[in-house]
């Protein structure tokens, strides 16, 4: 065996999975630092994970490198900008004798900051595409205006509004998960058609036993491209949609709406029947 494959055997024995270190690029481009990114990662996994009911955790400078193999000077830096962030508090305080820092990830304000964060980049994005690009303002000041400006007024600059909240917890209490992208599409559709819109296409898919974004967001889009504004125009949209289906046996459920029904098929339980009636074999997941 010559040199170099002996170095490839060696290199082969140390390149499991357990070996890496993974991190979201996310989180590198959110804190604008590779340290800061994989420290925040490490952070939020250990935030999951502790069973503290204050939700502090403890570990030390060396573990941290052993961890992601960052040195204590990096570990520093990245635990003082995240301070400066607002995202992390720290104390020290003695665990196994030992003067340790403990650390704690504030949730809500990290959620809405990342939320924040990359609906601001998708925007961005957008702007570049179009070919506006000589008014664009860099992510990194947009996430700086923002965290120095949260403290000073939280009720009129809001980092998430209220209809992004609400349309987000309905999704996660009725266990649909969103993306990335995902979150990013429902910050938009809660910017352009408001919560109520969104809450009566996730109870509709809900109803047709379709509990998938995709499926929730092509009702929204299609309400976006039919001009629809209010509750009324979706019974209007759905009316026309009957009329031209020369209506039906089938009821809308109009949960958010005052227990109303509607008769006839409406578009999304035409669509929802012919996903439940098309073969297995050609079914999206």
């Known amino acids: 065996m010559d040199f170099q494959s002996e170095v490839f055997d060696i290199i082969h024995t140390f390149s499991g999975q357990a070996n890496k270190i993974v991190v979201n690029t996310v989180f590198i481009d959110f804190v604008d630092d590779l340290e800061t990114g994989l420290f ?52 020290v305080k003695k665990a196994n004798g030992i003067p340790t820092v403990h650390y704690k990830l504030d ?21 570049s595409k179009d070919g506006n690009c000589e008014n664009e303002i860099s992510l990194t000041d947009i996430t700086t205006d923002t965290t ?7 009720d009129k600059h809001p980092l998430i509004d209220e209809a992004f909240q609400k349309s987000y917890q309905y999704l996660l209490q009725n266990n649909i998960p969103l993306s990335e992208t995902a979150l990013q599409d429902l910050g938009e559709f809660c910017d352009v058609l408001g919560s109520e819109m969104v809450l009566e296409a996730v109870s509709r898919a809900i109803d047709q036993n379709i509990k998938r974004w995709k499926y929730i967001s092509g009702i929204l889009s299609n309400w976006q491209k039919s001009n629809v504004k209010t509750m009324a125009d979706v019974m209007q949209l759905d009316e026309s949609y009957k009329n031209q289906k020369g209506g039906g046996e089938h009821a809308t459920r109009w949960r958010l709406n005052g227990g109303n029904y509607q008769t006839g098929r409406s578009y999304e339980e035409e669509v929802a029947s012919r996903e439940r009636n098309m073969p297995s074999y050609i079914k999206r997941v």
């Open 107 to 127: 949730k809500n304000r990290f959620f809405e900051m990342i939320i924040s964060f990359l609906r601001n980049r998708k925007k961005e994005i957008s702007k």
């Open 40 to 91: 925040l990662s490490q952070l939020v996994y250990w935030s999951d994970r502790t069973t503290r009911e204050d939700g502090y955790f403890y570990k030390t400078d060396s573990e941290w490198h052993k961890e992601i193999r960052i040195s204590k000077y990096g570990v520093r830096k990245a635990r003082k900008k995240l301070e400066e962030m607002g995202v992390l508090t720290t104390y």
């Open 148 to 154: 120095t400006n949260i403290d000073d007024d939280v």
